[in-house]
């Protein structure tokens, strides 16, 4: 059936009808104040003028799976969970071993295991090993038999055979195992307190507005909105409290691991590292200039730096020791250098 555009005085007229029939079907109960009638009418009139009849969707009695859901992920995606192909995990030589890849939650745990060695920490050596969520890689007996639910990233600490999935997890795990590093017991609280909150927080922006405004396979006002109003809450609410609080860090002026779940994911979005263009749509220069501070701040430590190329293919696909690091960096310093020395005659020539 085709729906055709409601005019405001229609539908003010049905949310009256519905405030009566809510009324007296609540004792007690007034009817909906003039304000809940605009919002109502308001919001039918919008939703009726984003309704297409190729958008229009009938749920069925029971849900089936298409042969092909479309978009990045459509062909991997399953209504099933356990191991689809025969394959053992490589294993190094240290004692912590990473399964991931460079998305936003495996970087969470490199910048960690980078911070925890750049403190001292030498028992935080670490293998990571590359993880195609692309291609499977996920989905492999070995991975599953670390996290059953086939997700980066996943740890092994061979030191007490004890398998770690759910990057918040591993975080509070790696603190713990380190002397509560980058978690100071006066801030405990504090720290976990945004630890869950980027947990929480985190699924709407990545697997809402990033899969609707990126990755979907054709762009849907509806979703867009939606999880774009939740993501520049989020990002206000982290705006506010960085501002109100005058923190440097999330808790105060100690980098913790609340700091190292929230960068990867609000910290790159801000910075124009994240999903392309997302900077811009979400207008985070002029809306969120103290959360910009803050992720800069991040984005500068060293050890970030270095946790950010790992297990990436572009850069550090497999890390087995510090040097796999300091050679790509070397090499970007390299080609850094060039650059400039390439743009300087023309900087020259443009002051003349």
Known sequence: MRLGLISPLATTTTALILSRSFAASRPGTRFLSPSLLFAFSSSNKMSTEATTPQDEYTPPT?????DEMGGTFGSINRPTAGSRTEKELPKGQHPLQLYSMGTPNGQKVTILLEELLAAGHSGAEYD?????IFT???????????NPNSKIPALLDATSDTNLFESGSILLYLSEKFENAFCPAAQRAQVLNWLFWQMGSAPYLGGGFGHFYAYAPYKMKYPIDRFTMETKRQLDVLEQHLKVSGNKYIVGDDFTIADMAIFPWYGQLVLGKSYKNAETFLNV?????????WAKDVDSRPAVQRGLLVNRKDYVQDRHCAADIDTVLAAEDEKKRKAEAEAEPSNKQSKL
């Open 62 to 66: 029971v849900w089936k799976p298409a």
């Open 285 to 293: 220069a002029e809306d969120y200039p103290t959360l910009i501070r």
């Open 128 to 132: 990571a090993h590359y993880v195609d």
């Open 136 to 146: 499977g890689d996920q989905f492999t007996s070995g991975f599953v038999a670390l």
